[in-house]
């Protein structure tokens, strides 16, 4: 069983930052990419960053300059790096997690969410 414990939510101003992290355990034979999606009210749940094995990045259009998503390969986290915060980046994150417990087959693995909000 795979768990992911994030951290780093809370509330902020227009303009500042936050540090999302995400810890990955269990069982865990490569992770084949590990990264953000985020939730807003009513709205689908959409991609945010990632960092693929090979240590490619992508990104959502609109956090692209704004949020950095790295990765400590050692402790199987990844952060999420997020300045110049604005209104539309209110949302619950959520960290997923494409991993491997063999050679066969890709798993996918959510955590639980954690709110961001912004305020003016």
């Known amino acids: 069983q795979v768990q992911l414990v994030e951290s780093g939510g809370g509330s902020v101003q227009t303009g500042g930052s936050l540090r999302l992290s995400c810890a990955a355990s269990?069982?865990?034979?490569?992770?084949?990419?590990i990264g953000w999606h985020r939730q807003a009210p009513g709205k689908q749940r959409e991609l945010v960053a990632q960092i693929t094995n090979g240590g490619s990045t992508n990104y959502a259009d609109s956090v692209k300059g704004r949020f950095t998503v790295s990765r400590d390969n050692a402790k199987n986290t990844v952060y999420l790096q997020m300045n110049s915060l604005k209104l539309e980046d209110t949302a619950v994150y959520y960290c997923?997690?494409?991993?491997?417990?063999?050679?066969?087959?890709?798993?996918?693995?959510w955590g639980q969410g954690t709110l961001v909000t912004v305020s003016s």
């Open positions: 269990g069982t865990i034979l490569m992770i084949e990419s």
């Open positions: 997923n997690l494409e991993y491997r417990k063999d050679l066969w087959e890709v798993f996918n693995a």
